[in-house]
Nanobody, 116 residues
Framework: QVQVVESGGGLVQPGGSLRLSCVAS????????MAWYRQAPGKERELVAR????????RYADSVKGRFSISRVNAKNTVYLQMNSLKPEDTAVYYC?????????WGQGTQVTVSS
């Protein structure tokens, strides 16, 4: 069965960095567009970053451009989100998403808290 598992969240001070990882198993990873979403308390889930199967056409939310970087290693079925210059408003549960045609899978989420 398909599993999508995030890791790397935690508590960090403003201006700090974190790297999130997401491993997807039970699917043909090279077919899937991978994305990171986040949901803050009382807000809707929003797209943070997306990367196509070949690693191209990367897209970022305006709020994270220049601070976050998404990448993938297809040989490891893994996608990463490097988050630098973190701000309190980046506090949210971050979710990994895998999508291909009408197939879509979500991870359970990992909490990122930016606070002094």
């Amino acid at each position: 069965q398909v599993q999508v598992v995030e890791s790397g969240g935690g508590l960090v001070q403003p201006g700090g960095s974190l790297r999130l990882s997401c491993v997807a198993s039970g699917l043909t990873f090279i077919r899937y567009t991978m994305a990171w979403y986040r949901q803050a308390p009382g807000k809707e889930r929003e797209l943070v970053a997306r990367i196509l199967p070949t690693g191209g056409n990367i897209r970022y939310a305006d709020s994270v451009k220049g601070r976050f970087s998404i990448s993938r290693v297809n040989a490891k079925n893994t996608v990463y989100l490097q988050m630098n210059s973190l701000k309190p408003e980046d506090t949210a549960v971050y979710y990994c998403n895998a999508s291909w045609t009408n197939f879509e899978f979500w991870g359970q989420g990992t909490q990122v808290t930016v606070s002094s």
